[in-house]
């Protein structure tokens, strides 16, 4: 197919596209394409592969998509090696993951015994720590009690009967059973010994600890107050320096106010020696000029008298020579009035040459006036310049140092603003920091309240069951119901509620520091007078 396309100079318009035509070119141009150029256009812009290649690319994409169908069907055979390895593999994760299933539910049975023993083993050694405190082993003391006093009891009836059924016994055996009491009493003493040791040690340990927390507390007392002596003693310290750098600032200030005020004076005495010498340049000035123009007058003076007595002296010689002219010859005349005339010539020259020179000397002396008069103006001038640039610079000096006080008065508002800050961040943490440590304690002690409240009450589910089962027995029940009590110490007197219910049994010591009975007697009472307050005295355990 033969296209046909009309070019206008810059645009060509192929169909309907149309450019902007140009005018300078005719319209009347055609370009002529043959189809297989018309054809390589199209497949440029259609970006057409040639037919080989787009030949190959089918052919590979074919083979490829062939693979893939091959792939996916051979995947699902079983009869294959793949497919057989794939079977055991499958198999054999299936077979690992039961596996591992009975090994976890194995895990869990054994972790579930094992957490059953320690549970047995915590409520065992709960039983045994529990059996080991003081109100435990005190009941278990009141229960041996009981049980040897109805063993006693059991061998009183028996020595009775026994000794009903012999009285007539031999001695010794009366003897030997007196030994066997005495000693059963020598072993009761000796235990009773070894408790009372045993009570005073512990008293005496509590009383120790007791002192210790008292001086651990004085201790931090006093830490605290030399802290706060030591803040003090600081603040007081920064207080003084400031102070004293103020003072040394303000003499300081005042110093250069007084070298500045000297200097302002010093410069005023210059200037006021400047002007004075100034006028007594000028007069001498005006001196020298005077002085100068009486002896030029005098000069002039001088020169008249001299001219005139040379005027005469040349009259006479005129005449003496008027009469030596008449005298002599003719000739010698006119020789005469020659050098007549050309000595006055010379001293006229001589009398202009000094009339110039006076008159050059006097513009001279009128030009150095001058010139010394403006190098002084011009002097005056430069230094009042100086004077004030130095002026501007001592100003922007005390401005600069004023800005610079100004600056290092913030810069010290700054940091007393930050150490202010921080003391009172200090006592803000302190201050919470006893809070917090209050808090705690009360927290503790209202824990530890509750702790003893319920080891009370399970104390007294187990003592109510022992006494129970006692009771069954027929064993006397008195130690028993007497260790029951409530509140611990052994006491008989009232429980102190906030001191974890404890029931003292004594007080502490007298004013000498001696233990005191459990009565009240004279020594107590004096104590208590003594001591002027209404408050208890001593411990309360």
Same mark, same amino acid.
């Given at each position: 197919?033969?296209?046909?396309t009309?070019?206008?100079g810059?645009t060509?318009q192929?169909?309907?596209r149309?450019?902007?035509?140009?005018?300078?070119?005719p319209k009347?141009?055609f370009?002529?394409l043959?189809?297989?150029?018309?054809?390589s256009?199209?497949?440029?812009k259609?970006?057409?592969?040639?037919?080989?290649v787009?030949l190959a690319?089918?052919?590979q994409?074919d083979r490829?998509?062939k693979?893939?169908?091959?792939i996916?069907?051979?995947s699902?055979?079983?009869?294959?090696i793949?497919?057989?390895?794939?079977?055991?593999?499958?198999a054999?994760?299936?077979?690992?993951?039961?596996?591992e299933?009975?090994r976890?539910k194995?895990?869990?049975?054994e972790?579930?015994?094992?957490?059953?023993?320690?549970?047995?083993?915590i409520e065992?050694?709960?039983?045994?720590?529990?059996?080991?405190?003081?109100?435990v082993?005190?009941?278990?003391g009141?229960?041996l009690?009981s049980e040897?006093?109805?063993?006693?009891?059991?061998?009183?009836?028996?020595?009775?009967?026994i000794?009903?059924?012999?009285k007539n016994a031999?001695d010794?055996?009366l003897?030997?059973e007196?030994?066997?009491?005495?000693?059963a009493?020598?072993?009761?003493?000796e235990?009773?010994?070894?408790?009372?040791k045993?009570?005073a040690?512990?008293?005496?340990t509590q009383?120790?600890?007791?002192?210790?927390?008292r001086?651990?507390?004085?201790?931090?007392?006093v830490q605290?107050?030399?802290?706060?002596?030591?803040?003090h003693k600081?603040?007081e310290?920064?207080?003084?320096?400031n102070?004293?750098k103020?003072k040394?600032?303000?003499?300081?200030?005042?110093?250069?106010k007084q070298?500045?005020?000297?200097?302002?004076a010093?410069?005023?005495?210059?200037?006021?020696?400047?002007?004075?010498?100034?006028?007594q340049r000028?007069?001498?000035?005006?001196?020298?000029a005077?002085?100068?123009?009486?002896?030029?007058q005098l000069?002039?003076t001088?020169?008249?008298?001299?001219?005139?007595s040379?005027?005469?002296?040349q009259?006479?010689?005129? !005449?003496?020579?008027?009469?030596?002219?008449?005298?002599?010859?003719? &000739? $010698?005349d006119? +020789?005469? =009035?020659?050098a %007549?005339?050309?000595?006055?010539?010379?001293?006229l020259?001589?009398?202009q040459n000094?009339?110039a020179?006076r008159?050059?000397?006097?513009?001279?002396?009128?030009?150095?006036?001058?010139?010394?008069?403006?190098a002084q103006?011009?002097k005056?001038?430069e230094?009042?310049?100086d004077q004030a640039?130095?002026l501007?610079r001592?100003i922007?000096e005390d401005?600069?140092?004023?800005?610079e006080?100004q600056?290092?008065?913030?810069?010290?508002?700054?940091?007393?603003?930050?150490i202010q800050?921080?003391?009172?961040?200090q006592?803000?943490e302190k201050s919470?920091?006893i809070q917090?440590?209050k808090h705690?304690?009360?927290?503790? !002690?209202k824990?530890?309240?509750q702790?003893?409240?319920?080891?009370e &009450? $399970?104390?007294? +589910?187990? =003592?109510?069951? %022992?006494?129970d089962?006692?009771?069954q027995?027929?064993r006397?029940?008195?130690?028993?119901i007497?260790a029951?009590?409530a509140?611990?110490?052994?006491?008989?007197?009232?429980?102190?509620?906030?001191?974890?219910?404890l029931?003292?049994?004594?007080?502490a010591?007298d004013?000498?520091g001696n233990?005191?009975p459990?009565?009240a007697?004279?020594?107590?009472?004096?104590?208590a007078?003594s001591s002027?307050?209404n408050?208890r005295?001593?411990f309360v355990?």
């Open positions: 197919a033969v296209v046909s009309q070019s206008t810059a060509i192929h169909g309907r149309k450019g902007t035509p140009a005018t300078d070119k009347d141009k370009l002529i043959n189809s297989k150029e018309w054809q256009i199209q497949d440029r259609d970006k057409v592969l040639p037919a080989d787009q690319l089918d052919l994409k490829l998509e693979h893939q169908q091959s996916e069907q051979v699902s055979w079983g009869n294959t793949v497919g057989k390895r794939n079977k055991r593999l499958n054999r994760r299936i077979r690992e993951e039961q596996e299933l009975e976890q194995l895990d869990i049975e972790a579930e015994i094992k957490a059953a023993e320690r549970r047995a083993a065992h050694a709960k039983k045994l720590q529990y059996y080991q405190t003081d109100r082993k005190g009941f278990h009141a229960l009690l040897v006093i109805k063993e006693r009891e059991a061998q009183i009836a028996l020595k009775k009967e000794n009903n059924a012999m031999d010794h055996l003897q030997w007196e030994e066997q009491r005495q000693a009493e020598r072993l009761e003493k235990k009773s010994a070894q408790r009372a045993e009570t040690l512990l008293r005496k009383y120790e600890q007791a002192q210790e927390k001086k651990l507390e004085i201790a931090a007392r605290d107050i030399e802290e706060g002596n030591a803040i600081d603040v310290q920064f207080h003084k320096e102070e004293a103020t040394e600032r303000e003499a300081r200030q005042r110093m250069l070298n500045y005020d000297e200097h302002i010093m410069e005023r005495r210059i200037v006021d020696a400047q002007s004075q010498q100034e006028k000028d007069e001498e000035i005006k001196l020298y005077n002085a100068k123009k009486k002896m030029a000069r002039k001088r020169e008249g008298e001299l001219f005139q040379f005027q005469d002296h009259q006479a010689m005129v !005449d003496h020579l008027a009469g030596l002219i008449k005298e002599q010859v003719d &000739d $010698e006119s +020789r005469i =009035a020659k %007549v005339a050309e000595r006055d010539a010379k001293r020259l001589e009398e000094a009339k020179k008159a050059n000397m006097q513009k001279e002396i009128l030009k150095h006036r001058q010139e010394s008069m403006r103006t011009l005056m001038s230094m009042e310049k640039l130095d501007q001592r922007a401005q600069k140092y004023f800005q006080q600056e290092r008065q913030a810069c010290k508002k700054v940091e007393e603003d930050e800050g921080i003391l009172c961040k006592a803000s919470n920091k917090v440590e705690n304690e009360l927290e503790g !002690d824990r530890s309240a702790m003893v409240k319920e080891e &009450d $399970e104390f007294q +589910r187990y =003592a109510d069951a %022992v006494i089962l006692a009771k027995r027929g006397p029940v008195g130690p028993l007497k029951k009590n509140g611990a110490g052994g006491g008989s007197g009232p429980i102190f509620e906030g001191k974890s219910n029931r003292p049994s004594y007080q010591n004013a000498y233990q005191l459990r009565f007697n004279g020594a107590a009472k004096k104590t007078q002027e307050t408050k005295l001593g355990w």
